[in-house]
């Protein structure tokens, strides 16, 4: 049996290891392993602190108190929320961790000052960013400290704030733990965020943001900070806007942090210059490739000395309807000009809120006006229409949360608090960061006949379905939102992950119908936003070491590389009760007329596989032949043996690319040696699918593609070039393919017809 240490280095940590170490020990770790600069750091599990509560006798009392809470009565909330974070800090530290724990910090040097950041195991998500919501504590320094924060940090997953948020999101509390960073804090001269693409639209433009000291004044709105664009198509930085910098926040003596004010010969020019615009903006897109997804990333410099000091995913790029939404039909008096942070109109009544006690002022629909958001505003803000901001940048709390939100959002308008009055009707657009006077039309409230016209135009028609991956039930919307033909590939291991159990957990504990359910009710939030369109689910490909970290992953068998171990059909077909479970699930949509869910199964091998796999739904009671069945193609065995799977009955075949690469090349794409021979449009590669598409196409078999090769338009070009029937992409990426499609479907009929 193997436990969970209570601390891990950076050095040990993977992108898999969130369960442990929560979403930005993770990614701390992530980039630590492909070479980026990162500030050493070990991590206090989230295995310890449930240990913690498990063995000081409290976790039981502590979690009934959250069961039924109503988080939207907020002195019911508070009242709660100090109980249990009370129940906390009343609760000692076991001695054993807390040696441990003063151990690892010892090897860091001798008093060494650190930054200790709460990690919990349900943030920095591709769909949700908990931005803020648990504690970070700067400028610590010695054992007794140190032991605090990392305290404080636990309570603060119970914090009012924190408590609300998972009831929005749909995180049960007993689903989330906490880990704790401990890092070598950067005494940054300069520091910010940075966007690796533009966070709203997606396009191909790094946003950086920065100002003097800590990047706690950028990421709090405490100042507005200058702005660069810098554009990775051309390397240029092709935009620059350089704020009024009035404060910077330092350390403070031995513990904590100060504000104090800019010398004067600083506040009015640049904090960077464009050799540290272009090597920040290499990092930024260093990240965004080996994540596969656009990121926000917290930076630091020191002279010369580039720091990054976290990354997590953009939660809050959007396509399409989204742009028109933001036209004005006109423009009114102009009262206030920001930056626009988050597209969109809406006018309302002005709510202006100084302190906490205000927040019960903002009413549905009212205009929220603030010096600046932090994370307890949330509640607030979700009533809001639409957010102005006198400090702040696109990369402050009030930017991303209204990203997120989908609500329009102006900042650092500088004089929103005392231009405007309470009760005053104004009317924002946050795509251009403009405050008019008075309720000012949209272009969709003005002239619906003119819109409908423009918006029965705007779909692309494709021969080629272009679908969507999804990998959770909270993603279901914006994926459904991009107008996507279907869902190529629905990911049920980030289901399971997210219940922190493992199946075998749930079979030995005699709880099997509330893993069915859980399955079954996150499958069915994707399938009732595709009504009626194909939604591909692929059974659980979790390795080893995911299970492991979680609760019933004692047993789990320590292998050397778990991606070529036992995991997808493989595990399956060993782990009958854990295939039943998930056939079980299965069966009860299908029951209630869901016949557009599909079954893929991952790392499928050789045909015998297939009917293996076929023949235990049999067995369960699925009438096989009526229900649509494939395989992933992500070994090459699958691709050559591609005729046989074909004549053992498949219904379609997907590439899974990421996999395909690695095993094709025999390059481990997470290993920084050799992260640079991966190429995805090797020759064998192509070679592979090709073969594999050909074969399909003769076979009258639905050849398509989910790995990441489906996001990437010239891979998805020759995709279609070569006869793909149908590609799966990324959120993100589904209109810019949908785009490739036609024009490549275009030109393959213009180039037909002239010959």
Known sequence: MNKMPDILWLAEIKKEDIPS??????????????GLPVPPAFVVTAQAFRRYLVGAGVEERLYSKLEGLDVDDAELLENTANDVMNIIMETEMPEALGREIIAAYKKMGDNEIVAVRSSATAEDLPDASFAGQQETYLNIKGDEDLLESIHKCWASLFGGRAIYYRAKQGFDDRSVDIAVVVQKLVFSEKAGVMFSSHPVTGETTTIIEGSWGLGEAVVSGTVSPDNYVFDQSTKRVVDRYIANKIVEILPDGEKGTKEVEVDKERQDIAVLNDNEIKNLAKFAKIAEEHYENPQDIEWGIVGDEIYILQSRPITTIKKGSDKEEAKMENEGKILLEGQGASPGVATGKVVIVNTIKDLGKVNDGDIMVAKMTNPDMVPAMRRASAIITDEGGMTCHAAIV???????????????????????????????GIVYEGAVAKSSDANPAVMQASFAAAPIITATSIKVNVSLPEAAKRAAATGADGVGLLRIEHLILGLGRTPNWYIRNDKEDEFINELYTGIKTVMDEFNGKPVWVRTLDAPTDEFRNMKGGEDEPEEHNPMLGWR???????????????????????????DNLGIMFPLVGHPDEFLQAKEMMYDLGVDVDARTLGIMVEIPSSAILIDDFIEAGIDFASFGTNDLIQYTLAIDRNNQNVADMYMPKHPAVLKIIKFAIDRCRRGGVECSICGQAGSDPEMVKWLIETGITSVSANIDAVQKIRETAARTETKIILDASRK
């Not at 170490?21 to 492909?34: C, D, I, P």
């Not at 997120?404 to 657009?429: F, H, I, W």
């Not at 997808?568 to 209630?592: N, Y």
Request: positive net charge.
């Open 21 to 34: 170490v929560g979403g930005k020990g993770a990614s701390l770790g992530e980039m630590t392993a492909v």
């Open 402 to 432: 209204s990203r997120e939100l989908g609500t329009p959002a102006a900042v650092g308008t500088k004089k929103a608090t005392k231009v405007l009055t309470a009760g005053q009707t104004v009317t924002v657009d946050g795509e251009k």
């Open 568 to 594: 997808g059909i493989r595990r399956d077909l060993q782990s009958f009760d854990q295939f039943r479970l998930q056939v079980e699930a299965f069966k009860k949509l299908w029951d209630e007329g869901y």
